[in-house]
Protein backbone atom coordinates (compact mmCIF):
# COMPACT_ATOMS: atom_id res chain seq x y z
CA UNK A 1 0.00 0.00 0.00
CA UNK A 2 1.24 3.55 -1.23
CA UNK A 3 2.39 5.71 2.05
CA UNK A 4 -0.75 8.69 2.41
CA UNK A 5 0.36 11.50 0.81
CA UNK A 6 1.06 14.99 2.86
CA UNK A 7 1.76 18.47 0.69
CA UNK A 8 3.08 20.94 2.86
CA UNK A 9 2.74 24.58 2.80
CA UNK A 10 4.88 26.63 4.66
CA UNK A 11 7.15 29.73 3.91
CA UNK A 12 9.62 29.72 6.70
CA UNK A 13 12.38 27.28 5.74
CA UNK A 14 13.48 25.69 9.02
CA UNK A 15 10.06 25.26 9.97
CA UNK A 16 9.12 23.57 6.29
CA UNK A 17 11.98 20.93 7.31
CA UNK A 18 10.88 19.99 10.52
CA UNK A 19 7.35 19.16 9.46
CA UNK A 20 9.00 17.55 6.54
CA UNK A 21 11.36 15.52 9.27
CA UNK A 22 8.31 14.61 11.35
CA UNK A 23 5.67 13.85 8.64
CA UNK A 24 8.07 11.67 6.66
CA UNK A 25 9.35 9.52 10.03
CA UNK A 26 5.47 8.84 10.73
CA UNK A 27 5.61 7.08 7.48
CA UNK A 28 3.96 10.07 5.08
CA UNK A 29 5.32 10.51 1.44
CA UNK A 30 5.70 14.36 2.05
CA UNK A 31 5.70 17.35 -0.82
CA UNK A 32 6.75 20.77 -0.30
CA UNK A 33 5.70 24.45 -1.28
CA UNK A 34 7.35 28.02 0.11
CA UNK A 35 3.96 29.59 -0.86
CA UNK A 36 0.54 29.78 -1.73
CA UNK A 37 0.74 29.46 -5.23
CA UNK A 38 3.28 27.18 -5.45
CA UNK A 39 0.93 24.80 -2.93
CA UNK A 40 -1.94 25.57 -5.45
CA UNK A 41 -0.24 24.37 -8.32
CA UNK A 42 1.57 21.31 -6.88
CA UNK A 43 -1.86 20.26 -4.98
CA UNK A 44 -3.18 20.31 -8.78
CA UNK A 45 -0.49 18.57 -10.21
CA UNK A 46 0.43 15.81 -8.12
CA UNK A 47 -3.28 15.81 -5.88
CA UNK A 48 -2.17 14.63 -2.17
CA UNK A 49 -4.51 12.85 0.52
CA UNK A 50 -4.18 15.55 2.78
CA UNK A 51 -2.47 19.70 2.74
CA UNK A 52 -0.73 21.18 5.86
CA UNK A 53 -1.49 24.47 5.13
CA UNK A 54 -0.09 27.89 6.80
CA UNK A 55 -1.95 30.53 6.96
CA UNK A 56 0.54 33.82 6.18
CA UNK A 57 2.43 33.07 3.63
CA UNK A 58 3.49 35.30 0.29
CA UNK A 59 1.78 35.47 -2.33
CA UNK A 60 -1.17 33.58 -1.59
CA UNK A 61 -1.82 33.24 2.42
CA UNK A 62 -3.55 29.98 3.83
CA UNK A 63 -7.52 30.95 3.53
CA UNK A 64 -6.70 31.94 0.11
CA UNK A 65 -5.35 28.56 -1.07
CA UNK A 66 -8.19 26.83 0.75
CA UNK A 67 -10.60 28.69 -1.13
CA UNK A 68 -8.81 27.92 -4.92
CA UNK A 69 -8.34 24.38 -3.25
CA UNK A 70 -12.10 23.90 -2.83
CA UNK A 71 -13.28 25.78 -5.88
CA UNK A 72 -11.38 23.19 -8.01
CA UNK A 73 -12.88 19.74 -8.85
CA UNK A 74 -9.56 17.32 -9.01
CA UNK A 75 -8.78 19.27 -5.50
CA UNK A 76 -12.30 19.58 -4.05
CA UNK A 77 -12.63 16.57 -2.13
CA UNK A 78 -8.47 16.63 -0.14
CA UNK A 79 -8.71 17.27 3.29
CA UNK A 80 -7.16 20.52 4.57
CA UNK A 81 -5.48 20.94 8.15
CA UNK A 82 -4.24 25.05 8.56
CA UNK A 83 -1.29 26.21 10.49
CA UNK A 84 -0.79 29.11 12.25
CA UNK A 85 1.22 30.85 14.75
CA UNK A 86 -2.24 32.82 16.06
CA UNK A 87 -4.33 31.25 18.75
CA UNK A 88 -7.48 33.94 18.36
CA UNK A 89 -10.61 31.60 17.49
CA UNK A 90 -11.51 34.19 14.82
CA UNK A 91 -8.59 32.95 12.69
CA UNK A 92 -9.32 29.14 13.16
CA UNK A 93 -13.34 30.23 12.29
CA UNK A 94 -12.10 32.06 9.59
CA UNK A 95 -10.44 28.77 8.29
CA UNK A 96 -12.67 26.27 9.03
CA UNK A 97 -15.58 28.71 7.80
CA UNK A 98 -13.60 28.71 4.67
CA UNK A 99 -13.26 25.08 4.20
CA UNK A 100 -10.70 23.89 6.31
CA UNK A 101 -11.50 20.81 8.05
CA UNK A 102 -8.86 21.16 11.12
CA UNK A 103 -6.16 22.87 12.38
CA UNK A 104 -2.90 23.23 14.20
CA UNK A 105 -1.19 26.01 16.40
CA UNK A 106 2.21 27.20 16.47
CA UNK A 107 3.93 25.29 18.48
CA UNK A 108 3.39 22.11 17.89
CA UNK A 109 3.71 18.84 19.35
CA UNK A 110 4.52 15.72 17.07
CA UNK A 111 2.12 13.79 18.34
CA UNK A 112 -0.99 16.01 17.87
CA UNK A 113 0.41 16.92 14.78
CA UNK A 114 0.42 13.36 13.29
CA UNK A 115 -2.74 12.23 15.16
CA UNK A 116 -4.46 15.36 13.64
CA UNK A 117 -3.48 14.46 9.99
CA UNK A 118 -4.33 11.01 10.67
CA UNK A 119 -7.95 11.62 11.51
CA UNK A 120 -8.32 13.58 8.65
CA UNK A 121 -7.62 10.98 6.54
CA UNK A 122 -9.81 8.71 8.07
CA UNK A 123 -12.35 11.03 7.76
CA UNK A 124 -12.20 11.28 3.92
CA UNK A 125 -11.38 7.85 3.42
CA UNK A 126 -15.20 7.53 4.99
CA UNK A 127 -16.69 10.42 3.29
CA UNK A 128 -15.02 8.78 0.12
CA UNK A 129 -17.30 5.42 1.17
CA UNK A 130 -20.54 7.34 2.43
CA UNK A 131 -23.90 7.04 0.65
CA UNK A 132 -24.79 10.41 -1.05
CA UNK A 133 -28.21 9.58 -0.56
CA UNK A 134 -28.14 8.40 2.90
CA UNK A 135 -25.49 9.77 4.77
CA UNK A 136 -24.44 6.19 5.51
CA UNK A 137 -21.13 4.32 5.59
CA UNK A 138 -20.65 2.98 2.62
CA UNK A 139 -18.96 -0.50 1.30
CA UNK A 140 -15.69 0.28 2.13
CA UNK A 141 -16.30 1.44 5.96
CA UNK A 142 -18.55 -1.49 6.12
CA UNK A 143 -16.29 -4.19 5.70
CA UNK A 144 -13.82 -2.47 7.37
CA UNK A 145 -15.98 -2.56 10.14
CA UNK A 146 -16.86 -6.41 9.65
CA UNK A 147 -13.03 -7.21 9.69
CA UNK A 148 -12.60 -4.92 12.54
CA UNK A 149 -15.13 -7.53 14.42
CA UNK A 150 -14.01 -10.93 13.24
CA UNK A 151 -10.34 -9.70 14.10
CA UNK A 152 -11.77 -8.98 17.31
CA UNK A 153 -12.68 -12.40 18.05
CA UNK A 154 -16.11 -11.37 19.84
CA UNK A 155 -19.54 -12.55 18.42
CA UNK A 156 -21.87 -10.39 16.82
CA UNK A 157 -25.05 -10.47 14.66
CA UNK A 158 -25.31 -9.33 11.12
CA UNK A 159 -28.35 -8.00 9.69
CA UNK A 160 -28.80 -7.65 5.96
CA UNK A 161 -31.81 -5.66 4.67
CA UNK A 162 -33.41 -5.86 1.52
CA UNK A 163 -36.50 -3.94 -0.04
CA UNK A 164 -38.67 -6.45 -1.78
CA UNK A 165 -40.70 -4.80 -4.84
CA UNK A 166 -38.45 -1.78 -4.99
CA UNK A 167 -37.77 -1.91 -8.75
CA UNK A 168 -41.43 -1.80 -9.36
CA UNK A 169 -41.87 1.23 -6.94
CA UNK A 170 -39.07 3.02 -8.40
CA UNK A 171 -40.79 2.50 -11.91
CA UNK A 172 -44.41 3.17 -10.72
CA UNK A 173 -43.75 6.72 -9.28
CA UNK A 174 -40.46 7.77 -10.51
CA UNK A 175 -36.73 8.15 -9.09
CA UNK A 176 -37.64 11.16 -6.64
CA UNK A 177 -39.83 9.23 -4.86
CA UNK A 178 -37.69 5.98 -5.12
CA UNK A 179 -35.09 7.87 -2.99
CA UNK A 180 -37.77 8.70 -0.44
CA UNK A 181 -38.17 5.14 -0.02
CA UNK A 182 -35.09 4.03 0.52
CA UNK A 183 -34.11 7.06 3.14
CA UNK A 184 -37.34 6.27 5.07
CA UNK A 185 -35.70 2.72 5.37
CA UNK A 186 -32.32 4.45 6.43
CA UNK A 187 -34.00 6.72 8.96
CA UNK A 188 -36.27 3.98 10.60
CA UNK A 189 -32.91 1.28 10.73
CA UNK A 190 -30.92 4.32 12.12
CA UNK A 191 -33.10 5.47 14.73
CA UNK A 192 -34.21 1.50 15.62
CA UNK A 193 -30.37 0.81 16.39
CA UNK A 194 -30.05 3.70 18.25
CA UNK A 195 -33.49 2.85 20.42
CA UNK A 196 -31.67 -0.72 20.77
CA UNK A 197 -27.97 0.66 22.05
CA UNK A 198 -24.57 -2.35 22.07
CA UNK A 199 -22.49 -0.32 19.84
CA UNK A 200 -24.49 -0.81 16.44
CA UNK A 201 -22.92 0.06 13.14
CA UNK A 202 -25.28 0.48 10.15
CA UNK A 203 -23.86 0.78 6.77
CA UNK A 204 -25.70 1.62 3.00
CA UNK A 205 -24.47 -1.35 1.10
CA UNK A 206 -26.18 0.48 -1.91
CA UNK A 207 -29.69 1.12 -3.72
CA UNK A 208 -32.06 -0.55 -1.31
CA UNK A 209 -29.76 -2.93 0.69
CA UNK A 210 -28.39 -2.21 4.10
CA UNK A 211 -26.85 -3.35 6.97
CA UNK A 212 -26.89 -3.77 10.75
CA UNK A 213 -23.93 -5.18 12.97
CA UNK A 214 -25.24 -5.75 16.19
CA UNK A 215 -25.14 -7.62 19.30
CA UNK A 216 -25.99 -10.99 19.07
CA UNK A 217 -28.79 -10.53 21.81
CA UNK A 218 -30.42 -7.23 20.44
CA UNK A 219 -30.69 -8.54 17.09
CA UNK A 220 -33.36 -10.17 16.25
CA UNK A 221 -36.05 -7.94 18.02
CA UNK A 222 -34.00 -4.96 16.03
CA UNK A 223 -34.84 -7.03 12.98
CA UNK A 224 -38.10 -7.43 14.26
CA UNK A 225 -38.47 -3.84 14.91
CA UNK A 226 -37.23 -2.50 11.51
CA UNK A 227 -39.84 -4.72 9.90
CA UNK A 228 -42.82 -3.51 11.91
CA UNK A 229 -41.92 0.24 11.61
CA UNK A 230 -41.38 0.00 8.12
CA UNK A 231 -44.62 -1.88 7.01
CA UNK A 232 -45.92 1.36 8.72
CA UNK A 233 -44.06 3.57 7.06
CA UNK A 234 -44.96 1.66 3.36
CA UNK A 235 -48.93 2.81 3.45
CA UNK A 236 -47.48 6.65 3.50
CA UNK A 237 -45.24 5.70 0.32
CA UNK A 238 -48.43 4.83 -1.85
CA UNK A 239 -50.75 6.51 -3.45
CA UNK A 240 -54.42 5.94 -1.98
CA UNK A 241 -55.36 4.11 -5.04
CA UNK A 242 -52.84 1.57 -5.18
CA UNK A 243 -52.76 1.14 -1.45
CA UNK A 244 -56.58 0.06 -1.97
CA UNK A 245 -55.55 -2.42 -4.59
CA UNK A 246 -52.62 -3.48 -2.59
CA UNK A 247 -50.64 -3.74 -5.29
CA UNK A 248 -49.04 -1.40 -8.33
CA UNK A 249 -49.42 -1.91 -12.16
CA UNK A 250 -46.24 -1.52 -13.84
CA UNK A 251 -45.43 -2.42 -17.46
CA UNK A 252 -42.37 -4.77 -18.08
CA UNK A 253 -39.39 -4.59 -21.02
CA UNK A 254 -42.33 -6.43 -23.45
CA UNK A 255 -44.82 -3.45 -22.53
CA UNK A 256 -47.22 -5.71 -20.57
CA UNK A 257 -49.07 -4.45 -17.24
CA UNK A 258 -47.85 -6.46 -14.74
CA UNK A 259 -49.01 -6.32 -11.13
CA UNK A 260 -46.74 -6.38 -8.60
CA UNK A 261 -47.64 -6.61 -4.23
CA UNK A 262 -46.24 -3.30 -2.22
CA UNK A 263 -42.78 -3.29 -0.99
CA UNK A 264 -41.89 -5.24 2.26
CA UNK A 265 -38.72 -6.15 3.52
CA UNK A 266 -36.58 -9.48 3.71
CA UNK A 267 -34.16 -9.29 6.71
CA UNK A 268 -31.12 -12.19 7.15
CA UNK A 269 -29.66 -12.66 10.32
CA UNK A 270 -26.58 -14.10 11.27
CA UNK A 271 -25.63 -14.62 14.29
CA UNK A 272 -21.25 -15.44 15.00
CA UNK A 273 -22.30 -17.17 18.27
CA UNK A 274 -24.38 -19.73 16.55
CA UNK A 275 -22.46 -20.13 13.11
CA UNK A 276 -18.93 -19.40 13.41
CA UNK A 277 -17.51 -16.90 10.83
CA UNK A 278 -13.67 -16.62 9.83
CA UNK A 279 -13.62 -14.17 7.05
CA UNK A 280 -15.82 -11.82 5.39
CA UNK A 281 -16.68 -13.45 2.63
CA UNK A 282 -18.04 -16.70 4.39
CA UNK A 283 -20.49 -13.82 6.30
CA UNK A 284 -22.21 -12.67 2.82
CA UNK A 285 -22.73 -15.93 1.49
CA UNK A 286 -24.99 -17.01 4.29
CA UNK A 287 -26.83 -13.73 4.45
CA UNK A 288 -26.66 -13.68 0.55
CA UNK A 289 -28.51 -17.41 0.83
CA UNK A 290 -30.58 -16.55 3.57
CA UNK A 291 -32.19 -13.57 1.82
CA UNK A 292 -32.68 -15.49 -1.29
CA UNK A 293 -34.59 -17.83 0.93
CA UNK A 294 -36.77 -14.75 2.62
CA UNK A 295 -37.33 -13.30 -0.71
CA UNK A 296 -39.39 -16.61 -1.40
CA UNK A 297 -42.10 -15.71 1.08
CA UNK A 298 -44.63 -13.31 1.41
CA UNK A 299 -44.29 -10.10 3.19
CA UNK A 300 -41.77 -8.58 5.55
CA UNK A 301 -39.92 -11.69 6.75
CA UNK A 302 -36.66 -12.08 8.88
CA UNK A 303 -35.15 -14.97 7.69
CA UNK A 304 -32.30 -16.43 11.07
CA UNK A 305 -29.41 -18.81 10.45
CA UNK A 306 -30.07 -21.59 12.54
CA UNK A 307 -27.36 -23.78 12.68
CA UNK A 308 -24.48 -23.87 14.83
CA UNK A 309 -21.26 -25.44 14.29
CA UNK A 310 -22.35 -28.47 16.59
CA UNK A 311 -25.57 -29.03 14.30
CA UNK A 312 -25.03 -27.91 10.42
CA UNK A 313 -27.77 -29.78 8.94
CA UNK A 314 -30.58 -28.28 11.24
CA UNK A 315 -33.04 -26.11 9.29
CA UNK A 316 -32.94 -22.33 8.91
CA UNK A 317 -36.38 -20.50 10.19
CA UNK A 318 -37.99 -17.43 9.49
CA UNK A 319 -40.98 -15.52 11.28
CA UNK A 320 -43.24 -12.57 9.43
Known sequence: MNSPRVLVAEDEPHLREVLRFQLEAAGFEVLVAEDGQKAVDLALERPPDVVLCDVMMPHLDGFEVV???????????????????????????????????????????????VLRIRNVLEWSRQQRSASPLTGLPGNLSINDEVERRLSGGDPFAFLQIDIDFFKAFNDRYGYARGDKAIQSLARIIVDTAQQHGGGSFVGHIGGDDFIVVSSPAAAEA??????????????????????????????NRRHVLERFPLMSLTIALVSTDRMPVTHLAQLTDIAQELKAHGKSMSGSVLVNERRSASDPEADRSAAA
Open 67 to 113: KRLRAAYATRHIPIVMLTAKAESDDKVHGLQGGANDYITKPWQQREL
Open 222 to 251: LGRQILERFDACVRELYDAEDLGRGHVEVH
